[in-house]
């Protein structure tokens, strides 16, 4: 959270996450070409680092992809999520290494502008070995650059959030031209079948991975529905809830956080202002309901965060009879002060 | 593609990447200020930081900078139900 924007908001994990991420793309770099030009003597320095810049992007996406649904899954992957961003863009320059070298190798020596013999050199769609993978690279890379190029919290509050993630979305577009990308160009010269397994056992997890998560959301995507007159909806029991945590529910054609601390019961949007990140995943830090995304902080009673930072999230009125969470499912306008449920009977309340 | 489309399509890329430096010197340096009131305090870093995105998306931003819009308000199905309903 600031009041104004930096480049990058530095901070000891931070710091610390960057620099695992500069070591690995040393080490992986110079294991590629060490092992490289050991294995295959007559490659070209060039051609190893066309390739080994071209697998570790890949290798990063799909480190990039699997961290929202292991978080999904298991929330001790939730460090990796804090400064993914950071990934991304080094996952994009490694992927414009490959491209700049590959163009400059195979495109640049001819009379024929680079770009637009990368776009012209194969045009045979029916041929699997002679298919314009090029072009499939290119297309991805612009996608890649796209996000790169808006990764600041700048684009996310000038674009939107809705648009913001529907473009940050376009990541499995991107993924999918790359694997066709990689498929019909280096595979269909390869002689060694492990790079194919390599890339199936790859996107058989990727997809694994999202299946898993996936049902596991839809389950708890249930709309609630009254159960009689009143205007209040049963929630859920208070039991339900752990102490400083959140229970979520779906209600009003979003997920709600119910939160539980000090004896008492509040409600908020279960979407944060920063990047829609999963409030209700989050706990209570210092009286405050702490996104576990990046940290931002509400009011649990009023959805604001504490002065001199702005964001808001909608608030719900809630009850707590007989034990249970009773919530109107009519938002409050964000920031709202909502009175706190007390819990009958419980020690810390009052 | 055929080279000579090939060809359009990268002049037409230059083109626009042309316009769009042309457009994002001024709009880091004073643009950005008006669109989003956050960045007047902000450091040179972060207006070398969206340089990039200010060349690809300069249309968008180019109308917002001429008619005066600030940053669009945050929308989802609470947000506007909690506008509807008071």
Redesign the interface.
């Known amino acids: 959270m600031s009041l104004n924007y930096q480049a990058v908001l530095w901070n000891r994990q931070k710091k610390i996450y960057d620099g695992l991420i500069v070591l690995g793309v040393v080490l992986y770099l110079g294991m590629f070409v060490g092992v490289g030009s050991l294995v295959r003597p007559q490659t070209t320095i060039e051609t190893l680092l066309i390739r080994g810049f071209g697998t570790l992007a890949l290798a990063l996406l799909h480190v990039i992809l699997s961290i929202g649904p292991l978080c999904r899954l298991d929330r001790r992957f939730l460090p990796l999520l804090y400064n993914r961003r950071h990934l991304g863009v080094t996952m994009f320059l490694c992927g414009l290494f490959h491209g700049v070298f590959a163009i400059v190798q195979f495109h640049a020596l001819g009379n024929v502008n680079p770009l637009v013999s990368v776009l012209s050199s194969n045009t045979d769609l029916s041929s699997l070995s002679a298919f314009p993978f090029q072009p499939l690279g290119l297309a991805a890379l612009g996608i890649l650059f796209l996000m790169a190029a808006t990764s600041h919290d700048f684009w996310l509050a000038n674009l939107g959030a809705p648009i913001w993630k529907s473009l940050h979305m376009l990541v499995y577009v991107a993924y999918g031209l790359l694997v066709l990308h990689v498929v019909l160009g280096v595979l269909q010269a390869e002689t060694n079948s492990v790079l194919t397994l390599i890339l199936a056992v790859g996107f058989v997890w990727i997809v694994s991975l999202h299946l898993l998560a996936g049902f596991g959301e839809i389950a708890g995507d249930r709309e609630l529905t009254a159960a009689g007159s009143d205007r209040f909806i049963r929630a859920c029991a208070v039991d339900e809830i752990r102490e400083k945590r959140a229970r979520i529910v779906c209600l009003a054609g979003e997920r709600v956080a119910i939160f539980r601390y000090d004896g008492k019961v509040s409600a908020v949007s279960n979407v944060c202002q920063h990047q829609n990140g999963p409030l209700g995943e989050g706990k209570i830090v210092d009286g405050c309901i702490t996104c576990p995304w990046h940290g931002y902080q509400y009011a649990p009673e009023s959805g604001a965060s504490p002065p001199p930072f702005t964001e808001k999230v909608p608030t719900f009125n809630v009850r707590v009879k007989a034990g249970e969470v009773w919530i109107d499912p009519h938002p409050n306008p964000p920031g709202t002060r909502t009175e706190p449920a007390p819990i009958e009977g419980d020690a810390s309340n009052g | 593609?055929?080279?000579q489309?090939?060809?359009w399509?990268?002049a037409a890329?230059a083109l626009y990447t042309a316009v769009g430096v042309v457009f994002a010197i001024p709009f880091v340096v004073r643009g950005?200020n008006r669109?989003?009131p956050?960045?007047?305090?902000?450091?040179w870093?972060?207006r070398?930081?969206?340089f990039?995105?200010a060349?690809?998306?300069w249309p968008l931003l180019l109308k917002r900078w001429l008619s005066g819009q600030t940053?669009?308000?945050?929308?989802?199905?609470?947000?506007n139900?909690?506008?509807l309903?008071?």
């Open positions: 593609m055929s080279e489309m090939a060809g399509v990268v890329l950005v669109l989003d956050v960045a007047r305090e902000s450091s870093g972060f070398v930081a969206i990039p995105g060349v690809a998306f940053a669009p308000g945050e929308r989802n199905a609470h947000r139900a909690a506008r309903t008071r």
